[in-house]
């Protein structure tokens, strides 16, 4: 069965340089079969047995620096594109909905601290919603503009648009 290992805080300006195919080396590196990259984000799904600390020791020894790796198998991703509770404002633009997936479900105090955040502006108000390892945002004044964060939430997050969730849906399922 597929998986997909989601690396944080890969190839954003320029910094932390992880290239794709040195990427799907070091997978395969591990015994990892049917390996794919997909953008410059540090997206990967693969078939074969590993765990989040060889993926990362690899990825370390490889790129030197440390890259935390969320992993996720193809049925739980499926049950994240089916849990979507923006699916109309996806529809409307892909760009303006994403995922955080999380390392660990959120305490109450992280929640709190989100809760917190000025979510809006007089042209629109950004939304969120928290589904036990994952965290939904809709902001429609695009990512870069809105005040959500999950680092409030005091987990592991790596965020991907709606865009790459479905992408990478389709990678896993293979449709």
């Known amino acids: ?7 944080r805080g890969v190839n954003v300006g320029g910094n932390r340089k992880v ?12 015994g990892l079969t049917k390996v794919q990259t997909y953008i410059q984000s540090g997206n990967l799904v693969f078939e074969g047995e590993t765990n989040r600390a060889d993926l990362e020791a690899a990825l370390e020894r490889e790129f030197g620096f440390s890259v935390a790796v969320t992993l996720r198998s193809a049925e739980q991703w499926q049950v994240v594109i089916a849990r979507n509770p923006y699916p109309e404002q996806a529809e409307a633009d892909s760009s303006k909905v994403h995922v955080s997936s999380l390392d660990a479900i959120p305490q109450e105090a992280g929640l709190t601290a989100l809760r917190a955040v000025a979510i809006g502006t007089e042209e629109w108000t950004d939304e969120w919603t928290h589904d036990g390892l994952h ?13 959500l964060n999950a680092d409030k939430l005091k987990v592991g ?19």
């Not at 597929?2 to 690396?7: E, G, K, R, S």
């Open 1 to 7: 069965m597929p998986t997909i290992a989601l690396l």
């Open 19 to 30: 290239p794709m195919a040195a990427l799907k080396a070091v997978a395969q590196s591990l």
């Open 135 to 147: 965290l939904y945002l809709h902001t429609p004044g695009g990512l870069s503009q809105s005040k």
């Open 157 to 175: 997050a790596t965020t991907r648009n709606w865009r790459t969730v479905l992408k990478l849906g389709e990678l896993v399922t293979g449709t």
